[in-house]
């Protein structure tokens, strides 16, 4: 049977007087497919026992993209530029981080994902890289391009890590759509990916069977720009597979 992986999602609305929509980009979703896995799309809203029974039946979890964390996760006041905050993802997401690392249920964080992993497990952020990094990169270059599969910047691997050996590279090139990223790093991550700037952009965690977070984008690359990074999604799917066949 195809394992069962569960996508974080958020709320939408599409117009000022309707209830609102629960969703996702698209390239989550099909990626998942792609790579043989079954895409459970995750209610941003759930109580903790319905979101307990949900993360029980699901055989991995992909963490996505989204608005930035309440600081108060990590013990800061907001900073000014702070962006919007949804509190019943952070509510979701930061329990289904804590538990599928503390059961080595396989993981792929993806943009607010990697952030939300790394906070979930005692790390910190940048609320804000403009004001509170100094670089020359534009880390929000494809928001200010309005295109998803740009090539924004390069980042280096650690050639010993496992999002390198799924790769098969050490170098790359990537989209980058974010002002947050990680800052303190939590003990129980270790760092596989930075930009030229130093800017954190790939983690995994030191004892996981596969828990891999990316600062960029991959759902919105595998098809276009860089064919690579279905290796990813396939690797999730298959220690999905791996946890499912041994339950």
Known sequence: MRPLILITCRHEYDDDWSPPLVGVRRGY??????????????PPDLDETTLRACYQR????????????????????????????????????????RWAIADDVPLLAICRGMQVLNVALGGTLYQDL????????????????????????????????????????????VNSLHHQA??????ELRVVGHAPDGVIEAVEARHATFAIGV????????????????????????AAAARAAAR
């Open 215 to 238: 600062q960029c984008h991959p759902e919105q690359l595998w098809q276009t720009r860089d064919p690579r990074w279905q290796r990813v999604f396939a690797g999730l799917v298959q």
């Open 130 to 173: 403009p004001s509170q990094y100094a670089t020359s990169i534009d880390h929000q270059a494809g928001i200010h391009q309005r295109r998803w599969d740009g090539a924004d910047h390069p980042i280096s691997l650690d050639p010993q890590s496992r999002l390198a050996a799924l790769l098969d590279t050490s170098e790359l090139v």
């Open 58 to 97: 699901a055989d991995g979890i992909l963490l996505t993209g989204g608005a930035d964390l309440d600081p108060a996760h990590y013990n800061e006041a907001r900073h000014p530029a702070l962006g919007e905050v949804h509190p019943e993802r952070d509510r979701v997401e930061l329990p289904l981080a």
């Open 29 to 42: 979703v099909d990626a998942v497919l792609a790579a043989g896995g079954l895409p459970w799309l995750l």
């Open 182 to 187: 990680v800052r303190e790093v939590a003990p």
